[in-house]
């Protein structure tokens, strides 16, 4: 009988951690006598999408940086639950090679996760029509692109490996309300996929709609994280629960 319950046990451990995506326990990150980021816990749960919020400085691009391996962690343990070449990734500031077309930068990022041409071609087809990208575009220089067209290039490089686990800093940058309302929609076409997201914003009206769960991190330490149902039950709207939790 003992053996029986150690087994359900460990068995009910495992299929937890199976609905994980990211497990962060006590993730520090501390430069010189600064402490950037303090004991983090977080858990990111397969398909949903998370939002994480904070004022400007409070370490949310940080986190999301150790998450990715592009900067080293003080202490702490952190799991992925994918392979790397199944996450893509959208910077606050997208920067590239900017004497290379839009569709020469996609063919090159496709053949980095050993895409053959046709296949991202058929990808760069698809993603034109949902993010309004005229094909002309596409074969004109980066450099002659505005701020709004190469985030939506941006988007298309994060998602042409279809990564599983999608990070996304401030998608929204830059963007007119017809190139959010865009990317709005491209985001919830993800969620019906299944796909796992995780992003941070200042645009809380779009947080408030897209996502599943949010936290809320503040000078490196998270304060909250809760259901988006539950913040709404409880407040008139996302802004005011930041404004309050921020403030308290």
Same mark, same amino acid.
Do not use: W
């Given at each position: 009988?003992?053996?029986?319950?150690?087994?359900?046990?460990?068995?009910?451990?495992?299929?937890?951690?199976?609905?994980?995506?990211?497990?962060?326990?006590?993730?520090?990150?501390?430069?010189?006598?600064?402490?950037?980021?303090?004991?983090?816990?977080?858990?990111?749960?397969?398909?949903?999408?998370?939002?994480?919020?904070?004022?400007?400085?409070?370490?949310?691009?940080?986190?999301?940086?150790?998450?990715?391996?592009?900067?080293?962690?003080?202490?702490?343990?952190?799991?992925?639950?994918?392979?790397?070449?199944?996450?893509?990734?959208?910077?606050?500031?997208?920067?590239?090679?900017?004497?290379?077309?839009?569709?020469?930068?996609?063919?090159?990022?496709?053949?980095?996760?050993?895409?053959?041409?046709?296949?991202?071609?058929?990808?760069? &087809?698809? =993603? #034109?029509?949902?993010?309004?990208?005229? $094909?002309?575009?596409?074969?004109?220089? !980066?450099? *002659?692109?505005? @701020?709004?067209?190469?985030?939506?290039?941006?988007?298309?490089?994060?998602?042409?490996?279809?990564?599983?686990?999608?990070?996304?800093? &401030?998608? =929204? #940058?830059?963007?007119?309300?017809?190139? $959010?309302?865009?990317?709005?929609?491209? !985001?919830? *076409?993800?969620? @019906?996929?299944?796909?796992?997201?995780?992003?941070?914003?200042?645009?809380?009206?779009?947080?408030?709609?897209?996502?599943?769960?949010?936290?809320?991190?503040?000078?490196?330490?998270?304060?909250?994280?809760?259901?988006?149902?539950?913040?709404?039950?409880?407040?008139?709207?996302?802004?005011?629960?930041?404004?309050?939790?921020?403030?308290?």
């Amino acid at each position: 009988m003992l053996i029986f319950f150690i087994f359900a046990k460990i068995q009910t451990a495992l299929n937890s951690r199976k609905n994980k995506m990211l497990v962060i326990q006590n993730l520090s990150k501390k430069v010189r006598e600064y402490e950037i980021l303090q004991n983090i816990n977080l858990e990111v749960r397969q398909g949903e999408t998370f939002g994480f919020l904070g004022p400007n400085g409070a370490g949310k691009t940080t986190l999301v940086k150790i998450i990715l391996g592009l900067m080293q962690k003080t202490s702490g343990d952190l799991e992925l639950e994918c392979d790397k070449k199944q996450i893509g990734y959208l910077s606050e500031y997208p920067y590239f090679y900017e004497y290379l077309t839009g569709e020469e930068l996609l063919l090159f990022t496709g053949k980095l996760f050993d895409l053959k041409e046709d296949k991202i071609k058929q990808k760069i &087809e698809n =993603f #034109s029509q949902k993010l309004s990208f005229e $094909r002309n575009d596409l074969k004109r220089k !980066i450099k *002659d692109y505005s @701020k709004g067209m190469k985030q939506r290039l941006g988007f298309m490089q994060a998602l042409i490996n279809d990564p599983s686990l999608i990070f996304l800093d &401030e998608p =929204f #940058s830059g963007l007119d309300p017809i190139g $959010r309302k865009t990317i709005r929609d491209l !985001i919830f *076409d993800l969620k @019906k996929e299944g796909k796992t997201i995780f992003f941070n914003s200042h645009i809380l009206s779009d947080i408030e709609q897209l996502c599943d769960r949010i936290g809320i991190i503040h000078k490196g330490e998270i304060l909250v994280v809760d259901e988006m149902k539950n913040v709404l039950k409880k407040h008139e709207n996302l802004e005011d629960f930041f404004v309050q939790t921020i403030e308290s």
